[in-house]
């Protein structure tokens, strides 16, 4: 199994910034993708950012020259640095990582627990 512990959120005001990190740990034997989604009360999940174990990144339009997201593969560790940050900022935001277990195994979408991230006018 993979764990995904998430740190980093609290409650900033407009303009401000947080970084928030996520590290992966447990039966790891390897890792693709990573990402970042976010949820309001009340709404889907969606994608804010997502990165390749290459570097390759992609984003939500609401976050492109905002947030960056980036990776530790050492540390099996996502990233993503939020500035700017504005009212409707304001989710839960889940780390992901596509990660095999075993090398005979296919890729399965594991979830971190959850990071609140407020952001008061």
């Known amino acids: 199994q993979v764990q995904l512990v998430e740190s980093g959120g609290g409650l900033v005001q407009s303009g401000g910034s947080l970084r928030l990190s996520c590290a992966a740990s447990?039966?790891?034997?390897?890792?693709?993708?990573m990402g970042w989604y976010r949820q309001a009360p009340g709404n889907a999940r969606e994608l804010v950012a997502t990165?390749?174990?290459?570097?390759?990144?992609n984003y939500a339009d609401s976050a492109k020259g905002r947030f960056t997201i980036s990776r530790d593969n050492a540390k099996n560790t996502v990233y993503l640095q939020m500035n700017s940050l504005k009212v409707e900022d304001t989710a839960v935001y889940y780390c992901?990582?596509?990660?095999?277990?075993?090398?005979?195994?296919?890729?399965?979408?594991?979830w971190g627990q959850g990071t609140q991230v407020t952001v008061s006018s």
């Open positions: 992901n990582v596509f990660a095999r277990t075993r090398w005979d195994l296919p890729e399965y979408a594991y």
């Open positions: 447990g039966s790891i034997f390897s890792i693709n993708a």
């Open positions: 990165i390749t174990r290459g570097g390759y990144t």
